[in-house]
């Protein structure tokens, strides 16, 4: 009935994945709201975690987690009735393909992460997150957004929880879901300028001993230590622009998305590439000064 295909190596032209799934609510599932669930407020968007959430799928993205999905938000009364409803109208009525796309998805035999899998009629089984808005955010960064916000809370947020919360796109919101994004949208002042002084002193405790490991002859130490300032400092470069960092995977990228970018990127490279402590100490300081 279905077959496993490597869609990261498809023909069939690539859209991101954010801007594929906005086509698909609007042209597939908001007739069928309009249809079978008319006045069900139903906040629906692409948010949580991934590259395409974040902007960073490629094609080779395709061959996991990527397709006509969905995140869709609903009351939170008789939310196990309306989630059954939905699904069931979804798995029935939804067109077996979209953007020349499936709609259907199967676990991957290799891993169990959900892959697009062509079927040649339905039923379909969607790739559609049920949450509510409440449960979205506590999953997230664990902290109950009925309850104040305190600055203490917000030094407890990872910044890929607080991007996967804020990132993405919504495509429609009757809930509230839009305005606990903007409360989320970055730091108050007075921690922003709390995580920049620590982050300082963080350079400031290593800054010394790429010079003090390189005049022992510890080259690799040396090396080890450049490293993690230039992290460092691409962090700082985060927070004075005022965007949350994600994880390792797409922090470079993302990091080449920002102003400060063009000029600290070369003095980074010069830092990391340098043959000798001498010169792998002088580029960071640039980037400092900078």
């Known amino acids: 009935r279905m077959m496993i295909t490597n869609w990261g190596l498809s023909p069939i032209p690539f859209l991101p994945g954010l801007e594929f799934s906005r086509r698909c609510y609007a042209q597939a599932v908001t007739p ?20 395409d959430v974040l902007g960073f799928d490629p094609p080779m993205s395709r061959d996991h987690r990527w397709g006509p999905r969905l995140v869709l938000f609903l009351p939170q009364d008789d939310f196990a009735g309306h989630q059954a409803a939905i699904l069931e109208a979804l798995r029935h009525e939804l067109p077996v393909s979209f953007l020349g796309y499936p709609t259907h998805f199967q676990a991957s035999p290799y891993d169990g992460v959900p892959v697009m899998a062509a079927v040649e009629r339905g039923p379909v089984d969607p790739l559609i997150d049920f949450k509510t808005v409440p449960g979205f955010i506590q999953t997230q960064l664990g902290w109950d957004p009925g309850q104040p916000l305190e600055p203490a809370d917000w030094l407890t947020f990872p910044q890929q929880r607080l991007l996967a919360v804020t990132a993405g796109g919504v495509f429609h919101d009757d809930l509230g879901l839009e305005a606990e994004r903007r409360r989320l949208a970055y730091y ?3 921690v922003w300028l709390y995580l920049l002084a620590s982050q300082w002193m963080r350079i400031a405790q290593e800054e010394p001993f790429v010079g003090r490991t390189g005049d022992l002859g510890d080259e690799l130490g040396s090396r080890l230590i450049a490293a993690r300032l230039a992290h460092a ?40 590439q340098a043959p000798a402590w001498q010169a792998r100490q002088a580029a960071p300081a640039q980037a400092y000064e900078w």
Not at 44 to 51: D, E, K, T, W
Not at 251 to 258: C, D, E, K, Q, V
């Open 32 to 51: 069928l709201f309009a249809r079978r669930f008319p006045g069900l407020p139903h906040p629906a968007g692409l948010v949580g975690h991934g590259s």
């Open 188 to 190: 108050p002042k007075d």
């Open 233 to 272: 400092l691409m962090l700082l470069a985060f927070l004075f622009e005022r965007r949350y960092a994600p994880y390792s995977k797409w922090f470079g990228s993302a990091f080449r998305r920002l102003e400060a970018a063009a000029d600290l990127s070369p003095l980074l490279e010069a830092a990391l």
